[in-house]
């Protein structure tokens, strides 16, 4: 398996297609954190952060900073007409009362039920940290994941039951990988897209869950 | 997907599609922050069967009182329904419409539990009263507590200041009351303002209800106290 | 029983003795919205009203009413320098949450455990209505009902058991009546004031539960 | 009574009465609006066994990290550490501390119900993960809920922009974060604020933390980030 596969920048842009003009959307760590560059200049999204705003914009420029401003990372950022700041309970009022139309974080395993790992992996020095990540799990509308398709190891992240230590049952709505783009639905994993120059046999071949396809699968939508 | 439009042109256009049956929460408390332009728009409308929520039940015509005097109201929940609601206390005495009664605190925090994705929660208060009646009780560090479900609505009729066009709201002094709090509890949030101000002008230190929580704005025509 | 009792206002006065400089008050209807005229013009009390405001003033004087400056009866009020507003949710948790010092709500009955009955009474007609009574019973640090020592047909407001439906329960630590200042304590009612020109056993026999008094009991404190 | 005076004079002078294993809550997020000329002030008291909760555990010697570099803290709850917060994971490691890892918008929302005088409710964060292990499960209306408890302390350490003397708070951009509902959830609140500004010169409507909630007051001397 030496054919490329997407990179990081490019799981972002498409990630980014997901999100529609005018959306509530939380973005976490990892990949997630590269989409905002990729939002099309006509489309406007409102950008929330557990550190209190909603409508947050490009990170600062340099000697604009303001580190009262700053998202869950630490990194200054910028609003965006509109924007509103609250404090950490009501930023949680947003995540759990099931108020962001679409958030996306990064995954070390989804299962093909949709639960979601990704705090934490096993056997880690140090204490870990949940961070906002079960909130924001379990109140999405609609919660995608993207990751990279396979481990360091070659083994499967997307998997029949997850082995590490669950963020969140039954959340994960659609897995962005560097291979392919995949629902969860009752039926199980059905597979959407696949990036070019990779077949549906050769995904489910890096997927450790059985994926649902018919017909000829298009290739994974990427601006130029 | 176009960027949703949350501007409606009239309070009419704005509940156009409440049907029958639909449970909707009114803001307003102390003849302050009532959404009277919206409610008025319901009663031309003509749905009935409606579950409302709310503080009271008008006086006299006004706030809610229009919609008892039509007979569009089959059930309430409310912590003061008041001597002025003659409508409404006519149709209770009659036996004619059902009543909830809660205490004012818990009718805010079970819908602010509603908006905040909490299901349920225990409450000092009401323990022991008749408010207690088939609530399952608890004991928890040697006091008493009754388990208070969330509450939410279909729509919620509220009213505030200024809105700019995304939906982020400010109110005005002891207008406030109710109303951010049922933003964040119904399917459909509508508000009447009484200004709409350009994206950008609100200070974001200032904005007491964040747009998200928003999903229809009206410019109020009058009505501010009726 | 000819002999005169304290007026409401005479109430309202003794009542005011009750509120320490820099406390945060909520009064009730009835007696308890006539306390606040009596406070010390060098005592400055915070009053809190569920309509959202911390800092409540006086009434508005004729042709300065704002109408989205009112109190829980629609009378429009002033400020004090220091008020905040805030939503009723927040009013909530001061009430409920044990923020506020004293509440001072009006009666129809007293228990000698502090229950306190005083939202409704049986058989009148209409639906009644509960308010922020309860919500302010539980709470209160410290809860003063104000109201006549017995109900218009001369029986005992203050009573072994309240018959009437119950605000809350085991919630008052002080009765201030026309006739008396009496503290619910463990041991039972505590028997502090007489009215001036009563004597503790004229109260005792206007009093449904037994009073415990020793010694000579001093006359209500009132200013002229 | 005289009327209760709640400014202090310096940080020390605010955190003097704090014993060994007091339990302490601290606020700040993502570097903005921590209080920390009162955790310096506490580092210099030298109290022990001290139980803390705060988003994290400080990195290197900033923020909350000093307390745990002179060995202050027996336990903490946390929602994210952090891989920052050096002492706190050698400490950890070791077996030293006690740890206990809450969702960040359930330890939110666990402070703001002691504040509001909740003393437990039903949440859907952590279901089937770890953070539901002895935890009471229930299902409402066929969605699995676990049963979380009100979080207090016997202080609370914020950082806000502006106080006036009585205690009313506003605070910056995000630096709001988590010090707004720690206010609420401490038997003494301890604030340490920019600018202290005379009573009266505050906006009613901009004050987001009421003097109710603020016990004492005192101006940071700098250390805004560290």
Known sequence: MSKPRLTREQIAARAALELPDGAYVNLGWGIPNLIAAYVPADVTIYFHCETGILGMGPRAKPGEEDFDLVDAMKVPV???????????????????????????????????????????????????????????????????????????????KIVQTCSYPLTAIECVNTVITDLAVIDVTPEGLALREVA????????????????????????????? | ????????????????????????????????????????????????????????????????????????????????????????????????????????????????????GIPAFYSPVGVGTEVARGKEERTIRGRRYILEEALGGDFAFIRAQQADALGNLVFRKAARNFNPVMA????????????????????????????IFVDRIVRAQGLRYV
């Open chain 1, 78 to 156: 910028t609003l965006i007409p509109g924007a509103a700041y609250f404090s950490q309970v009501d930023a949680h009022v947003m995540t759990r009362g099931g108020h962001l139309d679409i958030c996306i974080l990064g995954g070390l395993q989804v299962s093909e039920k949709g639960d979601l790992a990704n705090w934490r992996v096993p056997g880690a020095r140090g204490a870990g940290g949940i961070g906002g990540a079960m909130d924001i799990s379990v109140g999405a509308q609609r919660l995608i994941v993207t990751m990279e398709h396979t481990a360091k190891d070659g083994s499967p």
């Open chain 2, 1 to 116: 997907m176009a960027h949703k439009n949350k501007i409606y042109q009239s309070p009419d256009a704005a509940v156009a599609d409440i049907p029958d049956r639909a449970t909707i929460l009114f803001g307003g408390f102390g003849g302050a922050g009532f959404p009277n332009n919206l409610i008025q728009a319901l009663a031309r409308r003509g749905v009935r069967q409606l579950k409302i929520i709310s503080n009271n039940c008008g006086t006299g015509d006004g706030e809610a009182g229009i919609l008892f005097k039509n007979r569009q109201v089959r059930s309430v929940i409310a912590a003061f329904p008041g001597p002025g609601a003659k409508y409404f206390q006519e149709q209770f005495d009659a036996g004619e419409i059902e009543l909830e009664l809660v205490p004012q605190g818990i009718l805010c925090e079970r819908m602010r539990a509603f908006g905040a």
């Open chain 1, 196 to 224: 070019p120059g990779f077949t549906p046999e050769e995904v489910q071949t890096l997927t450790g869950a059985p994926l649902h396809y018919r017909g000829s699968i298009p290739s994974m939508a990427l601006r130029t």
């Open chain 2, 184 to 211: 964040t509890a119904a399917k459909t949030t509508i508000v009447e303002v009484e200004e709409i101000v350009p994206v950008g002008s609100l200070d974001p230190e200032r904005i007491v209800t964040p747009s």
